[in-house]
Every structure is written in structure tokens, then in C-alpha cells.
């Protein structure tokens, strides 16, 4: 069987199981056997295929058809420039925090001054804010990346390694900033944090619900607990004109203008994703 009947057969077959995006699963799977891109599978699909790499995307169906994501089965996602590992130790990362860490280095190429200076990643998962802030500026910007789990720390180390950037980011097991004793060291603060709401937790998708970590999506009963937490912690460790940055969830806008304001924060904004939901918060310290 060659491969291209491979990706036809595979497609309807996750089709009829009602796996998402049934086409583009099957090529990426294809792909990651091969090798090659997604983009330069076409080159490959008149080749036979052995029974061995039949066996693979067999085991690669039934994964996802159990409800496994796409990119856990992968083993691997592409965020920004980088190719990030992705497995059950972290929260999957998304597109719309690619737009979060444009946010950030806009930020950091408008203010440029020539002095070194600190990005605080909060709760890094996977790594992905951290490793695309670093390998995108220059040595003048260091990153320091924090997490509470020590397993999400260990696949952000690997994927620091595999990117070719483990001398860029320093990670560190902390919860939230408790251990952080360095005050006012800080020129911006970014998180990606636990937003949704507890109860709303076990009511969504499988495919997040059952194998996405509870601890990277359980954002306590009102979803904003973590916000609350990080902006206290912010008055401490930013320099004076700091910044922090947030992804929100898209109902959070205005509870993140008010309690932004409520801790002192000026240049409150609250911005969009590309579908019209509010998704960015930012603001800095006067």
C-alpha cells in the first residue's frame, strides 16, 4: 500500500470516529513517520509503505480515537519558530499565546535601552513563552521561567535543550513567586496561567479534559485567582515601569481592567484574539 492510499484510508477512517480535523491529522501523522514536513509529504506518498510503518499509524489511529490530542500522539507542536516535545506533562501550546509573546517583545523592542534586563515567565509548561522570548531577543533580555510542577519543568528543560537554548532560560521550581527574594529585579512579567473556572473544568472537551493537566487549567471558582495572586506579587518583583502580561479568558476583560487598577497598574489594556474574544492583558507599574 502506498503511502498516499495510507493517508486516505487513515482520514476516513478517523472521520467516521468523529476525531477533529480528520485530514490534517492523518497527514501529520504520516509526516512524523517519514520524517519530513507536512508541507514536503507530497514528495513521499507515491513510496510503498512497510508493515512496520503501516503498524505505527495504526497505533497512532487508535490513540486519537480514544480522544488522545493530536499533538500528545505527535509528540511534538510547533510554536512560533521553535518545534517544542508535547506530552502529558504540560498544557498543549496554543496559537493564541504565540500572539501573547508578540505582545511582550514589541514591548521590550520599545523600550530598549541597551541595559540588561529580566523576563518572568510564570507557570511555563512546556517552556514555549520562555524559549520563543529568548531565542527572539538578544543577550541584553535574560529569562527566567518558573513553574510549580516539577514534571512540566523537566519537558521545558528538554525542549530548552532540543532548541538549542538551554544557556538562554533559567527555570526554577517555584509556586507562583512565593520563593522569588529578589524585589523590584523584574522588566516584565508574563504568564500564560490557569483561567477557567473550576466547575467549568470537568464540562470541557475530552480531548483537554482527560489529558491535559488539571493543575495548568483550573483557574479557581471564578477563574481569576491566579491573576489576583500574580499581580500582588508583580507591586513586588517589577522595576518601577515594568510590565506584565497576561493571556485572559475571553469573558475576564473587564474583572483584569479592574483589577489591574485596583493594584496601582497604569496603561490598562485589554486586547483580542484574532476571533473577536478578549484574550491579552497588560499593563505596567508606575
Known amino acids: 500500500m502506498t503511502w498516499r492510499e495510507i493517508v486516505v484510508k487513515t482520514s476516513a477512517y478517523l472521520a467516521s470516529k468523529s476525531v477533529?480535523?480528520?485530514?490534517?491529522?492523518?497527514?501529520?501523522?504520516?509526516?512524523?513517520?517519514l520524517g519530513c514536513g507536512r508541507g514536503t509529504l507530497g514528495g513521499a506518498l507515491a513510496r510503498e509503505a512497510s508493515e512496520r510503518y503501516m503498524e505505527a499509524m495504526r497505533r497512532?489511529?487508535?490513540?486519537?480515537?480514544?480522544?488522545?490530542?493530536?499533538?500528545?500522539?505527535?509528540?511534538?507542536?510547533d510554536f512560533r519558530t521553535l518545534t517544542l516535545k508535547c506530552d502529558r506533562r504540560a498544557l498543549i501550546p496554543r496559537p493564541e499565546t504565540e500572539e501573547l509573546v508578540t505582545r511582550v517583545l514589541k514591548w521590550l523592542a520599545r523600550t530598549r535601552t541597551g541595559d540588561p534586563r529580566l523576563v518572568l515567565d510564570v507557570g511555563t509548561g512546556t517552556g514555549a513563552i520562555a524559549l520563543s522570548?529568548?531565542?527572539?531577543?538578544?543577550?541584553?533580555?535574560?529569562?527566567?521561567?518558573?513553574?510549580?510542577?516539577?514534571?512540566?519543568?523537566?519537558?521545558?528543560?528538554?525542549?530548552?535543550?532540543?532548541?538549542?537554548l538551554e544557556g538562554r532560560v533559567r527555570?526554577?521550581?517555584?509556586?507562583?513567586?512565593?520563593?522569588?527574594?529578589?524585589?523590584?529585579?523584574?522588566?516584565?512579567?508574563?504568564?500564560?496561567?490557569?483561567?477557567?473556572?473550576?466547575?467549568?473544568?470537568?464540562?470541557?472537551d475530552?480531548?483537554?479534559?482527560?489529558?491535559?493537566?488539571?493543575?495548568?487549567?483550573?483557574?479557581?471558582?471564578?477563574?481569576l485567582a491566579f491573576y489576583d495572586r500574580y499581580l500582588a506579587d508583580a507591586l513586588n518583583v517589577l522595576k518601577p515601569g515594568g510590565a506584565v502580561f497576561f493571556e485572559i479568558g475571553e469573558g475576564?476583560?473587564?474583572?483584569?481592567?479592574?483589577?489591574?487598577?485596583?493594584?496601582?497598574?497604569?496603561?490598562v489594556a485589554v486586547e483580542k484574539d484574532y476571533a473577536g474574544h478578549d484574550r491579552y492583558a497588560s499593563a505596567t507599574l508606575p
Do not use: H
Open 133 to 164: 522570548i529568548a531565542k527572539e531577543t538578544g543577550a541584553d533580555v535574560s529569562v527566567l521561567a518558573t513553574d510549580v510542577s516539577e514534571d512540566a519543568l523537566s519537558l521545558a528543560r528538554e525542549n530548552a535543550r532540543l532548541c538549542g
Open 20 to 33: 477533529p480535523d480528520p485530514q490534517t491529522a492523518a497527514e501529520l501523522l504520516a509526516a512524523r513517520l
Open 206 to 223: 475530552p480531548r483537554v479534559r482527560d489529558f491535559e493537566p488539571r493543575l495548568a487549567l483550573d483557574g479557581g471558582p471564578d477563574g
Open 252 to 267: 475576564q476583560g473587564d474583572a483584569l481592567r479592574r483589577m489591574m487598577s485596583d493594584y496601582g497598574f497604569a496603561d
Open 171 to 204: 527555570f526554577v521550581a517555584m509556586d507562583g513567586l512565593d520563593d522569588f527574594d529578589e524585589p523590584g529585579v523584574v522588566d516584565a512579567l508574563v504568564s500564560n496561567p490557569p483561567y477557567i473556572e473550576s466547575a467549568v473544568c470537568d464540562t470541557l
Open 60 to 77: 497512532g489511529m487508535a490513540r486519537l480515537v480514544k480522544g488522545e490530542p493530536l499533538q500528545y500522539v505527535l509528540g511534538e507542536w
